[in-house]
């Protein structure tokens, strides 16, 4: 009878052990997205090559349409970023790409209480009205981003302690494929890609009076955005360029 005690005693202290580790973890990682399933697919693709670029594609999709599922449906924030990313696609250039890249995750940073409390959040693509076509949606994470990157070329390939600038060529036919699937656009320094639909979304200030979000309208130009606490207006802020 002790021997079964003690085992029920061993079986309860292993499981609140079990359970305060996870309650840390969870607290450690709160906030900060993690995707359902993590984009494992990028490893079939080391090194991506152009005959199997529609394959990348087509697994990066399905991959999406997880993490998709997993993104809150109608959140504030969520609204936030659909109202505004709807707002400047409008003024922005016609995005003749198969598919929308939005970013895996939003910096939002909440300034209504004295005090700068960061968070994570999934940013969504969300209809704006009822006529509006479906867009097939990618979300693209750093990793993916290195991935692509590497594919396209023109990457620093600086040494240590080297200065001058050594960079890869361009791989031309990989780059005019990959552009009829996403924006593709070369950074204004040159070196890397912008591989995201524009506006890019970096990060929105939740503020008293409403809310601030920074945010990019082009490979070379950029700017500050306002929306009032009932996100009915939306005005331009601070814009700048490189």
Known sequence: MFRKL?????????????ASTRNVETEN??????????????????????????TFMEDWHAW???????????????????????????????DISEYIVLPFSVEVIDNRHGKKDTTYMFPRYMKTNKNEPDRKV?????????????????????????SHLKRSPVNERGLYTLAGYIPVHEGHWGGYWHLQSMPIIYDITITPDGYELSLRTSWWSGEITRVDKDMKTITQGMSWVE
């Open 64 to 94: 999406s349409k997880k993490v998709n599922a997993s993104m809150p449906k109608s959140d504030s924030i969520t609204i936030l970023f659909a109202k505004v990313f709807h707002h400047y696609q409008k003024d922005l250039e016609s």
């Open 29 to 54: 990682n709160e906030g900060k997205p993690v995707p359902p399933v993590p984009p494992v697919f990028l490893n079939k693709y080391r090194p991506l090559t152009n005959d199997k670029l529609a």
């Open 6 to 18: 003690f085992i029920a005693i061993i079986v309860c202290l292993t499981a609140i052990s079990c």
């Open 138 to 162: 990618l979300y693209i994470t750093p990793e993916i981003q290195g991935h692509l990157s590497r594919f396209l070329g023109r990457l620093r390939l600086n040494k240590p302690g080297k």
